[in-house]
């Protein structure tokens, strides 16, 4: 459908603009430099959701959902490129050439495993987090966008899904996101890729409770792999259940040959929230001795503790 009354028409019969607002789109088309599409003038001037405007050009052109949401985002990448950050402290760190596992052949203090009968008992103390947060003046950024790449695909429509639901997460558009993921979710159930973003999604939006219970329920052959025992891991910490975290975190480590840093930073930073600063101070240790000449916030982070834990 590339008529632009003919899509206008369509928005309104749906009433989802109205008769000015589509005039107003026009003269803004009218007025623009280069071929600008109406969707997208609409979308950029408020007057309908990205979402609500893929949803009624696929229904009506009886296209899958997932070639609508592909043509119409290639359109607006250029867009959203100087947004698509991803973290870029997060994006660019290196991986460890092999697990360090000297740093991890002692065991938590006993009076940490005191605490729970069972470390996976507790999972939703986020007044600990807030605290730790508080204490150390830290904020721990969501993981990597670029961490979906390590993951699966299940088909060509599931992956031009997850392609588009990066884009909006990346561009911060997160209830269109939550839109377009529960959507896919119930076409792609076994998707590891939408499990990771939707619990991404929920992290961002602070439901930090909803984001663990999707890791949880996720199938054993989606857990088993190393971005999904990471954001477990991650959900465990945000959550506040500290133990837990550090049991995650320590076993994809061990279990992967090129571990990245982040990972055994993380791993520090639930020692020092579950307060075995014994603990903290060794990985911290290893974890400045890999980073190498690397400057960033973390690594900033990690020197302040090791000092203060070593004085």
Known sequence: MQNNERIGELLIQQGLITEDQLAVALNKQKNSIGKVLIGHVLVDLGFVSFANLITSVAKHQRIPKAEALLQERIKLREKYAKQQTDSPLLENEPTLTSPPAESLQKTAPNKSAQRTSSIYEHTDDLSAFKKLKEKHNFELPPLPL??????????????????????????????????????????????????????????????????????????????????????????????????????????????????????????????????????????????????????????????????????
């Open 146 to 311: 670029s961490d979906l790449d390590a993951l699966p695909r299940v088909s060509a429509d599931e992956n031009q899904v997850v392609v588009m639901c990066r884009d909006l997460l990346a561009a911060e558009e997160l209830k269109d996101a939550e839109e377009f993921i529960d959507d896919a979710y119930s076409h792609f159930p076994q998707s590891s890729r939408l499990a990771w973003s939707k619990s991404w999604l929920y992290l961002r939006t602070n439901r930090q409770s909803k984001a663990l219970k999707v890791m949880l329920n996720l199938p054993d052959l989606p857990k088993s792999l190393a971005v999904m025992q990471v954001m477990t891991a991650y959900c465990y910490l945000i959550n506040g259940n500290f133990m837990a975290a550090i049991v995650n975190f320590t076993r994809v480590i061990k279990e992967n040959d090129h571990p990245k840093l982040l990972w055994l930073f993380l791993l520090g930073y639930s020692h020092l929230a579950n307060e075995n600063y014994e603990e903290t101070a060794h990985v911290l240790k290893q974890y400045l001795k890999l980073t190498g000449n690397i400057e960033n916030k973390f690594v900033h982070f990690a020197r302040i503790q090791l000092q203060q834990l070593t004085n």
